[in-house]
């Protein structure tokens, strides 16, 4: 159940002013997280039809992504990127980087990347003191969006960014833009186009072929580059964008036990993700200190990317 209130702090203890949100902003409390009505361009978040500035961008991206992300697409990305032979760099190198990106696909942001990041992370943090995995999880979850960067490759936005969904087996209905899969190959594919495909029940997620992006390329490169997070951490960085499974529950019949347990944290992950997104920026150099005590405590001091 929800409960519509008015509360007059807005959620991650930040002043209503300060967030952009009137002195009484609306929220919706859920399960003791405050969720905001609305997102800086004053909308629904994930509202992909709302008419506004960035409506048409976002559109004209799904339709790209949809049209040309391929079973075959997919298994060549993954061949190459899973050498792992471009760069090599720290995890916060890699931060800094995405300063100079904004995601095409996103209606709720256009902040350089490197604030959201942050935004996520710092919203987490307060609310999940202790768990401190999740804290550098949620710093590192779009990192793999340098692949927008000449010395990736320079991938074009559909290749990167946007929302995930399996190949291999049939696009369902509920995933963003449905209707522009009609122009892509493997909805013609008999061997692709019913509900289990190339795949057996419940074959566990981690046998499934992902549509190519950020999220699929940072999971091979945190896990090739030994990290010590938990498996809840590789899982929400590999299906953080699958809205399909945590928002809608398609799916499902794909994912196996270990699956079923680390969705609970994906879940709670994804309002953070999702929800702190907003024009006020976290001073980096303050917090700065606390991630890199993270970095080292997870990762090796160079990674292969
Ligand atoms: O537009 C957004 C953005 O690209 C996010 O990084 C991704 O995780 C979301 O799923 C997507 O909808
Ligand atoms: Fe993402
Ligand atoms: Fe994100």
């Not at 075959?72 to 061949?79: A, L, S, T």
């Not at 256009?110 to 990041?117: A, G, K, S």
């Not at 493997?186 to 549509?211: E, I, Q, R």
């Amino acid at each position: 159940m929800t409960v519509t209130l008015l509360v007059e702090n807005p959620e991650f203890g930040v002043a209503a002013e300060e967030k952009g949100f009137n002195e009484e902003s609306e929220l919706v409390l859920d399960g003791g997280f405050l969720v905001p009505y609305a997102n800086s361009f004053g909308h629904g978040f994930r509202d992909y039809d709302a008419e506004s500035e960035r409506q048409e961008g976002v559109e004209s991206f799904y339709k790209l992504n949809h049209i040309n992300q391929t079973f075959d697409f997919v298994k060549n990305m993954r061949k190459e990127y899973g050498q792992l032979n471009r760069v090599e760099m720290s995890i916060w190198e890699c931060c800094e980087l995405l300063n100079d990106v904004v995601d095409e696909s996103d209606p709720d942001l256009d902040e350089p990347q490197i604030q959201h990041l942050l935004q996520t992370a710092e919203a987490i943090r307060k609310d999940y003191p202790n768990e401190d995995w999740l804290h550098l999880t949620a710093l590192i979850h779009d990192l793999g969006k340098v692949l927008l960067l000449p010395s990736f490759g320079g991938l074009p936005q559909w290749a990167v960014v946007g929302d995930t969904y399996p190949l291999g087996c049939a696009f369902d209905k509920s995933i963003v833009h449905h209707k522009y899969f009609v122009e892509n190959p493997d909805y013609y594919n008999p061997a692709y186009n019913t509900k289990y495909g190339v795949y057996s029940p419940n074959c566990g997620l981690d046998n499934v072929m992902m549509s190519w992006g950020h999220d699929d390329y940072m999971y091979l490169v945190a896990k090739e580059n030994k990290t010590t997070l938990p498996s809840a951490a590789l899982f929400v960085i590999r299906y953080h964008s699958f809205y399909s499974l945590h928002r809608s529950d398609a799916y499902k019949h794909l994912m196996n036990e270990e699956d079923v347990e680390n969705l609970k944290w994906l879940r709670i992950f994804n309002k953070y993700d999702l929800y702190s997104k907003s024009k006020v920026r976290v001073n980096v150099e303050k917090v700065k200190p606390y991630y890199l005590s993270l970095i080292e405590k997870y990762f090796p001091a160079k990674l292969q990317w």
